[in-house]
């Protein structure tokens, strides 16, 4: 085997450029419909309709005055217990994996299309002030929204690069989904699911194991809490967009259990709340210990239907007006 | 700008339609604006160091033209002297500068005098190794006599700017890039298509084998505790093919990008990793830049003597740290012996008998292998102590420890299996085209062959790059 000749040219086959631009036509078209098939059945992207449809839909509720952001905290108990009604007072834009980036990427959608609002829940959980919640899985969901207020300041490289992330094959984060899901199938494992549709199946677990998992969960999802800078930034960005249109914000932190809670320091709580209500939030509402029945939670960091009907109630007695 | 970047995606295009409509105007035009691209390209990282690129290209233009007009030895022998003063000294003072002061006072100090010298915050500006030899070629043909000097001040500039091969090689000689300025570049389809097949595998070998393999690779080496040998022996592994899919693919992208453009620059690597002894080995790697630096001729003695210093020249050139010198040592030593005793083994390479050949050529190519990956240890390495921890816990008993528990609790198994299987591919790949010059070029029939193939690797490059925070390309920092 030697180095081959590196000098010479070699041109025999005839080539044209119209079966090269015919050749590239083919890939061209392979290539959207190959993405047109991605986008309508993959669960990333069904996700993503989703998110975005959540988004659009205020514009429906011509009654709305409330609006609360957040991630799966909020949005599993509130999405369907709010949102469902067209004539409701609130409604909720909170969506699972959310950092504070992508809240206000949607609150500024939301404020610009629902001049109604007044007030904006924001979530206040320490868990959004860590290291987890510095690279979201909804990141180029919310690309959507910096494309369309023409702002780079939060995407990842620049808006032309957050343009091509919104082609379906491009979007890395349906990469990591579909390598995700490619993993668990070759590796038979499976994935950790919420019980789905047995609002009660936390509450079957003993206290024992229920503190075992909210110890985990609360270890992991506080890590770094008040230690990295980004989110601060954002959460003032949103305050300057409520002050700028004159809308009130409500610190909020729904019912976790007391193992989940317990891994956030004090003092960085403590210091986070000091930062929202220096910076323009009228009010911290913490509700982390204010539900202790199993029953009303759907996991150990979320409470379900029945939680969040009393969660809600308990907000409207702090904000002295009707949610529903 | 970055070749994997979303940039460099509307860029391109843009460039070669200007540069296709130009063709009407003339010439002169295409390189003006092949000089300004390049310039954007370059300023995209940071615009402060195109003065520095400017200024040294002006310096070995000057020259050229004053080694044309003047005849006298001494007046030449000073240009050329400028030239390479100037070249090597910018170079020197930015990739060397901290590296001598400290390693100055490092040598002072333990002789127990106590040094104070001012070290300054200096930035390595992109690319500044490659565009300065390059240029150097310039100056030296023109000093040999080899080619004239050119007059034109944008052909040459351009030249040394040519953004496809500005930043990370390869290192074209003059006398074949420059002449390419100026005469009309003829557009083929047939080159056409192979340099886009060409970019694509680049982009394979870059964000599939390259990336994913650095992503392993860079938790290894920067694992705070003991990881036993065999991990360390993956991780070594893994680290040459990453170093050789990011910087071949880095080439593919670059002589892919300039056949778009009807430009033909020198092949950079030719498998390397089937080599089957370090001379041939360090004839398929880096090509332009060995090829570079092999120039002397001397008796054998001497020989062994140049070798040795030009590959610890070669090491230095990577950086301005130790481990590169060892590196560069390392290599000089497993190609010495070559000089005198020939090739081990090479009758029973040469066999008839299928039996004794295959074997015996799995075994020189894996011999090779071994020895490159005990040369990238010092190369990857921080520092030469570390390099000797990972070898001697390569050469421990916990060489026989199973790593998959460890990769496991570390995240990294899923990594290594995508890696592992984009490394199998990409050798596949390799043999079934090592004699060709350009890549993906598979056979006569492209139309059966070529076009599936490209329509897999462009699926698996799509589909199994690596998505974390974007990774330079390693040569960059050279």
């Known amino acids: 085997m030697s180095a081959p000749d590196i000098t010479s040219v070699r041109m025999t086959r005839s080539f044209s450029w119209l079966r090269l631009f015919s050749q590239c036509l083919v890939a061209v078209l392979s290539f959207v419909a190959a993405n047109v098939y991605t986008y309508e059945t993959s669960g990333f992207f069904q996700r993503e309709q989703q998110y975005a449809q959540q988004v659009s839909t205020i514009a429906a509720h011509t009654n709305v005055r409330v609006v609360f952001a957040g991630d799966s905290h909020f949005g599993v108990p509130l999405n369907d217990y709010l949102n469902g009604n067209p004539a409701g007072l609130a409604y909720s834009i909170a969506y699972g994996g959310d950092s504070l980036r992508e809240c206000f990427a949607k609150v500024r959608r939301v404020l610009e299309t629902t001049p109604t609002i007044d007030t904006l829940i924001l979530t206040a959980d320490p868990h959004m002030f860590g290291r987890g919640r510095l690279e979201s899985s909804n990141r180029s969901f919310a690309d959507r929204y910096f494309i369309q207020a023409w702002d780079r300041s939060g995407v990842q490289h620049n808006l032309w690069s957050a343009m091509l992330q919104q082609v ?157 | 700008m970055l070749f994997n970047s979303a940039d460099y995606a509307l860029f391109l295009p843009l460039v070669l339609l200007v540069y296709v409509l130009l063709r009407r105007v003339g010439l002169r035009a295409q390189n003006a604006w092949m000089l300004v691209a390049s310039y954007v390209f370059y300023g995209w990282w940071d615009w402060r160091f195109l003065g520095l690129l400017f200024g040294t290209t002006l310096n070995d233009y000057l020259v050229g033209l004053g080694l044309e007009r003047t005849e006298q030895p001494g007046r030449r022998r000073a240009l050329i002297l400028l030239s390479i003063g100037v070249n090597l000294g910018v170079l020197g003072f930015f990739k060397y500068y901290n590296f001598f002061i400290a390693s100055f006072i490092a040598a002072f100090a333990r002789m127990g005098v106590h040094l104070q010298a001012p070290t300054l915050k200096v930035i390595l500006p992109v690319g500044i190794s490659f565009y300065t030899f390059q240029a150097l070629t310039y100056t030296i043909a023109v000093y040999r006599r080899e080619m004239r000097a050119t007059r034109d001040p944008i052909g040459f500039f351009a030249y040394v700017a040519f953004f496809p091969q500005l930043v990370a090689g390869p290192i074209e000689r003059a006398r074949h890039l420059l002449p390419q300025f100026f005469v009309p570049r003829v557009m083929e389809p047939e080159a056409f298509a192979s340099g886009l097949r060409q970019m694509l595998w680049g982009f394979f070998c870059k964000l599939v084998v390259a990336d994913n393999c650095a992503t392993v690779v860079n938790s290894i080496f920067n694992h705070k505790g003991a990881l036993p040998g065999s991990i ?122 299928v039996f004794v050949r295959v074997p015996t050529i799995a075994l020189r190519i894996l011999v090779t292998f071994a020895l490159t990956v005990v040369a990238w240890i010092f190369f990857r390495s921080p520092t030469i102590a570390g390099a000797w921890r990972i070898l001697r816990e390569i050469a421990s008993p916990s060489l026989l420890a199973s790593p998959l528990a460890i990769l496991r609790s570390m995240g990294l198994l899923t990594t290594v299996a995508y890696a592992a299987v984009a490394i199998a591919f990409l050798l596949a790949m390799e043999w079934w085209q090592r004699d060709r010059k350009y890549a993906l070029e598979l056979g006569e029939r492209a139309a059966l062959i070529t076009w599936p193939a490209c329509a897999l690797v462009f699926v698996i490059t799509l589909l199994f790059r690596y998505t974390g925070a974007s990774l330079d390309f390693i040569y960059f920092q050279f």
């Open chain 2, 232 to 353: 360390m022996l993956l991780g070594s592994v893994l680290f040459a093919f990453q170093i050789y899919a990011d910087f071949s693919g880095y080439s593919h992208i670059a002589l892919g990008t300039a056949r778009l453009f009807g430009f033909e620059l020198m092949q950079n690597f030719a498998t390397p990793y089937f080599s089957q002894s370090h001379p041939e080995f360090w004839r398929r790697w880096h090509i332009s830049l060995s090829t570079w630096f092999r120039d002397n001729r001397a008796s054998k003695s001497r020989q062994a003597f140049n070798l040795l210093v030009t590959f610890t020249l070669s090491g230095l050139w990577h950086g301005a740290n130790w481990t590169f010198i060892v590196w560069g040592v390392l290599n000089g030593l497993y190609v010495i012996p070559r000089v005198f005793i020939g090739e081990p083994l090479a009758r029973p390479a040469a066999s008839r008998n």
């Open chain 1, 168 to 324: 379906p094959l491009f979007n890395e984060d349906f990469l990591q989904y579909f390598r995700k899901d490619l993993g668990v199938l070759l590796t038979h494992s499976a994935q950790h699911a919420r019980a789905a549709g047995d609002p009660l199946a936390w509450s079957r677990l003993t206290e024992a194991e229920r503190m075992k998992l909210a110890v985990e969960t609360g270890q992991g999802d506080h890590d770094g809490v008040g230690a990295v800078e980004q989110p601060f930034v954002w959460y003032a960005r949103i305050l300057d967009l409520a002050r700028a249109r004159h809308v009130r914000v409500i610190g909020v932190r729904f019912p976790v259990h007391p193992g989940y809670s317990a891994q956030a320091p004090a003092a960085k709580v403590a210091g986070i709340d000091s930062f929202l209500l220096s910076h323009g939030v009228a009010q911290v509402i913490d509700l982390r210990d204010a539900l202790t029945d199993p029953k009303d939670f759907e996991d150990e960091d979320h409470v379900n239907e029945i939680g969040a009907a009393r969660v809600v109630t308990m907000l409207e007695q702090k904000l002295q007006r009707p949610l529903r």
